[in-house]
């Protein structure tokens, strides 16, 4: 079993900054990549920015220069730090993970999402 636990949503005003964290936990062998997406109302999920296990970053257009993701540190956790936030940044935020596992039947591969954080900007 795996799961991902996300915190640091909330309410902001325009122009304030906000931290998500996501913490991989359970039988996990190796993380690959991890990352985040967000859904706004009537809208489809988009990514927000992704990290790869090398260190490697992508990031949505419309949040390069204000975003910047981080980790995943020694207990498996990916940050998203969030500044200059935009009322159109108002979404709920996911985080993912594509992740090797280990079971009684040997290693495999899956990708999992967390339940989602609200993030609302204030105009």
């Known amino acids: 079993q795996v799961q991902l636990v996300e915190s640091g949503g909330g309410l902001v005003q325009a122009g304030g900054s906000l931290r998500l964290s996501c913490a991989a936990s359970g039988s996990i062998f190796s993380i690959n990549v991890m990352g985040w997406y967000r859904q706004a109302p009537g809208k489809l999920r988009e990514l927000v920015a992704v990290?790869?296990?090398?260190?490697?970053?992508n990031y949505a257009d419309s949040v390069k220069g204000r975003f910047t993701i981080s980790g995943v540190d020694a207990k498996n956790t990916v940050y998203l730090q969030m500044n200059s936030l935009k009322p159109e940044d108002t979404a709920v935020y996911y985080c993912?993970?594509?992740?090797?596992?280990?079971?009684?039947?040997?290693?495999?591969?899956?990708?999992?999402w967390g339940q989602g954080t609200q993030v609302t900007v204030s105009s």
């Open positions: 990290i790869t296990s090398g260190g490697r970053t």
């Open positions: 993912n993970a594509a992740l090797d596992y280990y079971s009684g039947y040997g290693r495999g591969s899956s990708v999992y």
